[in-house]
């Protein structure tokens, strides 16, 4: 059973435009949630985290956004540009366990000029 | 010095091969990780070295064998795999150990084929 869940495979977004990724989480435990970037033949690349006791971060044209009640968070990417095509990674930890980072299956994002 | 540096970045080998895959980092961080990601799947935590010691081994099997010489390195031995061990397997490293909310840092991965 997935702990963390990206339903969209893919997302197609024209350049300079908004592009929003989406995650679920099922495990109310956990506190802390990352967004990770991947190309192709490349290991993730952190972009930005959020702590449960926040709802908002944002650095630079990334904003992530939580709704710990609905237990979904968001990643907004303003304004889109064509090298943010790559897959992205949500991943979920409790700081109370061991601190195992789950990942969701991601989502491909392609910003077309 | 930012990077987590993997290799080989790709091996072949075959069911009765012994190989090791290496990853070395200099950022001082004293938790390291390797994960294993099938294609268009998420990575998998296989093991956690925390300040030089195993904490996490997530029930892989006992044909990966992972080795921490030091707190900057990290090997995983690998001994008569089978051919659905075709993976990219990231090694990542974190600030402090698992548990503290730390973001890790990923290499960029060894792809391996077993024939």
């Known amino acids: 059973d997935q702990q963390v869940k990206q339903n969209s495979p893919s997302l197609s977004v024209q350049e300079g435009r908004i592009s929003i990724l989406n995650c679920d989480y099922t495990?109310?435990?956990?506190?802390?949630f990352l967004w990770y970037k991947k190309y192709p033949a490349e290991g993730p690349t952190f972009l930005i985290s959020i702590s449960s006791i926040k709802d908002k971060n944002e650095d630079g044209r990334f904003t992530v956004f939580l709704n710990k009640s609905a237990k979904h968070l968001s990643l907004h990417i303003v304004p889109s540009q064509p090298g943010d095509s790559a897959v992205y990674f949500c991943?979920?930890?409790?700081?109370?366990?061991?601190?195992?980072?789950?990942f969701g299956k991601g989502t491909k994002l392609s910003v077309k000029p | 010095d930012t990077e987590v540096t993997q290799t080989p970045k790709h091996l072949v080998m075959g069911m009765t091969n012994k190989k090791s895959l290496k990853c070395e980092q200099h950022m001082g961080h004293r938790a390291m990780y390797w994960y294993k990601q099938k294609a268009k799947k998420p990575p998998e935590l296989m093991f956690v070295?925390?300040?030089?010691?195993?904490?996490i081994n997530e029930s892989v099997p006992s044909r990966f064998s992972p080795e921490c010489p030091n707190s900057s390195l990290l090997n995983l031995h690998l001994h008569a795999l089978q051919p659905e061990d075709s993976a990219l397997y990231l090694c990542a490293s974190s600030q402090d150990r698992p548990g503290t909310n730390e973001k890790l840092f990923f290499g960029s991965g060894t792809q391996l084929s077993v024939l």
């Open positions: 070295y925390s300040y030089e010691k195993l904490s």
């Open positions: 495990n109310s435990m956990f506190d802390y």
């Open positions: 991943a979920a930890s409790s700081g109370g366990s061991q601190g195992n980072l789950i």
